[in-house]
């Protein structure tokens, strides 16, 4: 018998029904008709049958797929040919051409992306609005019209506790005052914002987020948040403030290995065989790679998929990859085996500059002098060298400046007025000319007639301070006084701070063998093609920011960034934000303080904000929700968001989420009854990824030639007259067209008639992203007919990863700036410590409260918990698919033998692992194996499920369909670590606002 919550033969024919009384159906051109006999041969053949080229988001790396269609029904889908993350191929010429593959060629999917299909019909899925009946989480529900739940989340209704506001009384301009918080002594002068920011929406897996921001900041919220908190925050961060970008005033964290051509990789906590970006691609190149010859090292305390194929696995303590990356620094720098050519180029000319028969297209800030008492660079000014003065007061978008003489500035390169940092590219005897105001990040300001006028960056060369821009290369090492300024270059300061531990100290920080720095630092240092690469394991931590920013600058230190088998980019074709006929701004505060400074008059803040954080603060939002910080909420909208399941400790998530006075009204949008969604007033069913349209995909930079993949319904029906379109659940909507739906209704601007200008409408989802398309690389919008929709997306030729006309470097390239010293992060402060950050990497242990205070752990929790991903499963939320559950229907406790016998565990034996703050902690079984370091515990991170379809809920007073066999196994995240000052919080790195996926100690018991 099939378990409950199977695809029966019988419930597929009953959705073939459903879909084919549409008009049109995706794929079939014309209304559909029979349905499909039931039977799933892997590659039919029989007729009708066609081919629509789309993107995969069973995780989020977009790999191209290509679904088989028949009567409009999806039947199969395979891997894009034409997609360079699912085939490797070269096409004949600059960019792929549709005849550059045969009809039958075929591209590869794991195995979560040929699982789409049970997602796609899975019967769990929500059919229907639901409005809540009882209280929140008890799982009663009334199925409601879309008209009656538009209508309530517009203009307010009636919950079980009482009425409540819709968005339309919401949306003020009235700024939030004393009566929305208790918080003003902690407002920066100018407030909190408008009263519209109480409409707060969160989203994970959003690649819809161009459309939900400008649904936002229609509204005049600010309060457009991600989750990039519990992804990759650090990672994001250190790539920031480590590839700044000048050129272009905005930095990036988009490399990867260029495996292709690399021969010797560290892998620093990731597991690309399984979990990294995408797998279908990296876990190909990896096997390639070592079939090559090339050479593989993983640090990571477990023995992963990836450390099986590997030369050398690292069985390092958890949270201590930044102690090797500096052990690695300090082996490197003392053995003078650093690109020293490379890193004393001060700027973009000096770099591409052939001197000694070597050549760069980045640089680095190595050589720049910092004023070590201010931690800020040292400019021309300040040393006493060079500068002018303004004969002008000068707005902020003058593109010339009158100064007093020119004289001595370089005739092009970048200017500094206060903090303002500006480009020029040419000059007068008193004039410059040419004017990039604000670059590198900083804002435009007007400046005052006499405003002193410098160079912003100043470097050591024959025993003065110079302006960067006037040599070619600069002295690496400084330490002195410059116009009797303490001043060191950035790679002095760097050098100090990997020079306070020898390399055995690393070591033994790292709780490794003797040797083992020195040997894999040897290694590295001796290969042609030497790069690091990092991910989860050593960025999900509380020192995720400073291990990222290390690792990041090993490949600095290598001068290996846009050279072949080195560290490179991965850039995209994409579309282009529709035209906003009515100028849009958000102003204020967001809920959870990312990227912001605290600047209020209470001297420490109630709560943490993280001023150097590139990307929002999950984990903050609900909790400070439920506290009203740093004001109270309205309204919630959760989209492709679960917070309830997958942030760390999520419990103090759900006590947020269930109180109807901090958040009273909240709408979810989703496709299954996540444990989110049983906390929501209103569930709205959304359309999954096989019926949507999103921005273009990326190949992420695991691929080097330019990619993108296009997303689009291949199932469904479209009214072509209306452009409106159904999913395949005919009473779900794509949340798309929720929010535009809601936006035509209230009346926001840039939505509905002439929404993105005269005849261009956005009344549904399929003209937005027309117009969306169009205004970028597809020129033909989401025109059937065009190249690009039939091979699903827009590519250059993947097999040309090097530079013609230069092939020791990549064709696409960074070709900018690479900072040791991260000047806004030394000018922040932790608003908790009052301690400034660090503008240099530093070695920080792993489990630092936020308060600076080094975690204890209490007697008997005496094991640290890491986790990790499977190949067949997507964090949480694969878990009920019931073809992946095939292959894993519950994780297991990696243990050591040493710890098991030590607890008389044996393989199998049910255990409770529990936390202080979890005492009743998770049950499972134990898996006993030499594959994890002795001290340390392992547990998946997709499994423990408390809803996603296990639990029955009740709809009009029916059961709704449930699968009991969903949810097994441990949660891996209800056994992390509160903060120690905010019970509410997981453990967060104070610098980037990462959530620490990695618990300090746990007790494991047999049972
Ligand atoms: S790696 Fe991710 S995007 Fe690619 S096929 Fe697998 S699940 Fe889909």
């Not at 009203?628 to 917070?643: D, Q, V």
Request: charge should be neutral; hydrophobic fraction near 40%.
């Amino acid at each position: 018998m099939e378990p409950q919550g199977g695809w029966s033969r019988r419930q597929f024919i009953q959705i073939s029904s459903a879909v084919a009384g549409g008009a049109t159906v995706l794929g079939t051109g014309a209304a559909a008709i029979g349905v499909p006999t039931g039977q799933h041969a892997p590659d039919p053949q029989v007729g009708g049958i066609k081919i629509l080229r789309s993107a995969c988001m069973m995780c989020n790396a977009g790999c191209g797929i290509q679904v088989k269609v028949q009567n409009g029904i999806a039947i199969k889908i395979d891997g894009n040919p034409y997609c360079p993350q699912s085939n490797e191929y070269a096409s004949a010429g600059k960019d792929v051409v549709e005849s550059d593959l045969a009809p039958t060629a075929l591209g590869t999917l794991c195995a979560r992306g040929q699982a789409g299909l049970k997602t796609l019909y899975d019967p769990l899925r929500l059919q229907h609005p639901l409005k809540r009946m009882g209280q929140r989480g008890a799982g009663q529900w009334q199925t409601i019209s879309w008209d009656q739940a538009i209508a309530e989340i517009c203009y307010g209704g009636q919950l079980p506790e009482g009425p409540f506001e819709g968005l339309a009384a919401i949306r003020s301009t009235a700024p939030i005052s004393a009566a929305e918080s208790k918080y003003m002594d902690e407002a920066p002068s100018t407030g909190f914002g408008p009263r519209s920011n109480q409409l707060v929406m969160v989203s994970g897996r959003n690649q819809n987020s161009d459309l939900t921001k400008r649904f936002m900041d229609a509204f005049g919220s600010i309060n457009h948040l991600d989750h990039t908190s519990i992804c990759n925050a650090a990672y994001k961060t250190g790539g920031y403030h480590t590839f700044t970008n000048p050129k272009k005033a905005k930095g990036t964290y988009n490399f990867k290995p260029i495996l292709e051509n690399a021969t010797y990789v560290v892998l620093f906590g990731t597991n690309p065989v399984e979990a990294n970006v995408p797998t279908n691609t990296f876990g190909r190149l990896v096997a390639s790679m070592v079939k090559n010859g090339g050479k593989i090292v993983v640090v990571d305390p477990r023995f992963s998929n990836t450390a099986a194929k590997a030369h050398r696995w690292v069985p390092i303590k958890p949270g201590y990859e930044g102690a090797f990356a500096f052990g690695m620094m300090r082996w490197l720098i003392d053995n003078g085996k650093i690109d020293v050519d490379f890193l004393t180029r001060p700027h973009e000319d000096a770099a591409k500059k052939v001197i000694n028969g070597k050549q760069h297209y980045s640089w680095s800030d190595a050589t720049y002098l910092i004023d070590t008492a201010k931690h800020v660079r040292l400019d021309s000014a300040q040393a006493g060298v060079l500068w002018a003065n303004l004969t002008m007061a000068a707005g902020k978008a003058e593109t010339v400046l009158t100064v007093t003489s020119t004289a001595g500035f370089p005739s092009k390169g970048t200017l500094k007025i206060g903090s303002e940092l500006i480009t020029y590219t040419g000059k007068t005897d008193t004039t410059f000319t040419g004017l990039g105001r604000g670059a590198s990040g900083t804002t435009a300001a007007d400046a005052a007639l006499d405003a002193q006028i410098s160079i912003p960056w100043m470097v050591i060369s024959g025993g003065q301070a110079v302006p960067y821009n006037t040599v070619d290369q600069a002295d690496l090492e400084f330490v002195g006084k410059v116009n009797n300024i303490d001043c060191e270059t950035s790679f002095s300061m760097l050098a100090d701070e990997v020079s306070l531990k020898t390399v055995d100290e690393y070591e033994t920080l790292c709780g490794l063998e003797v040797g083992t720095i020195a040997t894999v630092s040897s290694e590295f240092a001796s290969a042609k093609a030497p790069v690091a690469d990092m991910y989860r394991g050593a960025q999900s931590t509380t020192n995720g920011y400073y291990n990222c920013r290390a690792i990041f600058l090993l490949n600095g230190l290598m001068g290996n960034v846009d050279r072949i088998g080195g560290f490179a980019m991965g850039p995209r074709f994409n579309g282009a934000e529709p035209a906003r006929p009515v100028t849009t701004s958000t102003s204020g505060v967001k809920l959870d303080r990312g990227k912001t400074k605290y600047a209020g008059t209470k001297p420490k803040p109630t709560r943490q904000w993280y001023p150097i954080a590139e990307v929002g603060i999950t984990q903050e939002i609900l909790p400070s929700a439920k506290i009203g910080y740093p004001y109270a909420i309205k309204a919630l909208m959760t989209f492709t968001h679960n917070s309830a399941q997958t942030i760390p400790f999520p419990q103090s998530q759900v006590a947020a989420l269930v109180d109807t006075k901090a958040i009273p009204l909240h709408i979810c949008s989703t496709i299954f009854m996540d444990e989110t969604a049983a906390l929501a007033d209103y569930v709205l069913p959304d359309g999954m990824y096989l019926e949507k349209w999103a921005s273009p995909m990326a190949g992420y930079p695991t691929i080097h030639t330019k990619a993108s993949t296009i997303r689009r319904p291949v199932v469904g029906t479209f009214d072509p007259i209306t452009k409106h379109y159904i999913p395949a659940f005919p009473d779900t909507m794509l949340f798309d067209d929720v929010l535009i739906r809601i936006a035509v209704e209230l009346g926001l601007p840039n939505f509905g008639l002439n929404g993105a200008g005269a005849g261009k409408d956005i009344f549904t989802a399929w003209q937005y992203y027309n117009l969306f398309f169009s205004g970028g690389d597809y020129t033909q919008g989401l025109d059937e007919k065009a190249d690009y929709m039939r091979m699903g997306g827009k590519r250059q030729n993947p097999a040309e990863i090097a530079d013609p006309a230069n092939p020791a470097f990549a064709l696409n390239r960074y070709g900018d700036r690479v900072d040791i010293f991260y000047e806004k992060a030394a000018a922040s402060k932790n608003a908790l410590t009052g301690k400034y950050f660090s503008g240099v990497p530093i070695f920080e242990e792993p489990g630092i409260a936020m308060d600076g205070t080094k975690l204890v752990p209490p007697a008997g929790y005496d094991l640290t918990l890491i986790t990790f991903k499977r190949g067949w499963h997507t964090q949480s939320r694969t878990s009920s698919n019931e073809w992946l559950a095939e292959i894993e229907r519950a994780n297991r406790l990696w243990i050591n033998s040493v710890d098991a016998k030590a607890r008389g565990i044996t393989n199998g034996d049910r255990v409770r692992v529990s936390t202080p703050a979890h005492t009743t902690g998770e049950v499972g079984r134990a898996y006993v194996t030499e594959e994890i370091r002795p001290g340390v515990v392992g547990v998946s991170a997709h499994f423990g499920r408390r809803e996603a379809g296990s639990k029955q809920h009740m709809a009009d007073g029916q059961p709704m369909p449930h699968n009991a066999n969903i949810g097994g196994g441990l949660s891996a995240n209800h056994l992390m670590w509160p903060e120690p000052a905010f019970p509410d919080l997981c453990l967060t790195d104070a610098a980037s606002g990462m959530a620490a996926f990695l618990s300090p100690s746990v007790k494991v018991e047999k049972l």
